[in-house]
């Protein structure tokens, strides 16, 4: 499986997953400032699960449902390095098979991960 990481993430969890073996991109390696939809559609074009604190990707799923591979939005009281990348380890240890086409929010004491809807 493989990820993408948005600006707000930073590069220090970035190294940190790789470390782990986490396949992962950052945005910032990439291009700064991106919009959210361009964003969205690199993660697409690379089949990456896109990982974020940014809750405006809530809005570009369900409000304008902007196809995605996958979106884990971190909505953390301790944004330090250490807790996203332990918040996220965790994530991906005990959910790994649930994220693709997922959208995922994780805070320190809960994960809720919502699958797509199937159409008949």
């Not at 690199?42 to 369900?62: C, H, M, P, Q």
Request: glycine share 4%.
């Amino acid at each position: 499986m493989k990820f993408i990481a948005d600006e707000n993430i930073g590069l220090a969890v970035v190294k940190q997953l790789r470390s782990f073996g986490v396949d992962v991109q950052s945005v910032i390696e990439i291009q700064t400032g991106m919009s959210d939809t361009k964003v969205l559609s690199i993660a697409n074009k690379g089949s990456r699960i896109l990982i974020t604190t940014d809750k405006d990707f809530g809005e570009l799923v369900y409000s304008k449902k902007l196809v995605h591979a996958g979106v884990i939005l971190l909505r953390l009281r301790n944004e330090s390095v250490e807790n996203k990348f332990k918040i996220l380890r965790s994530l991906l240890k005990t959910h790994m098979d649930e994220l693709e086409k997922s959208f995922t929010v994780a805070t320190e004491s809960k994960i809720r991960i919502a699958k797509p809807l199937k159409l008949n």
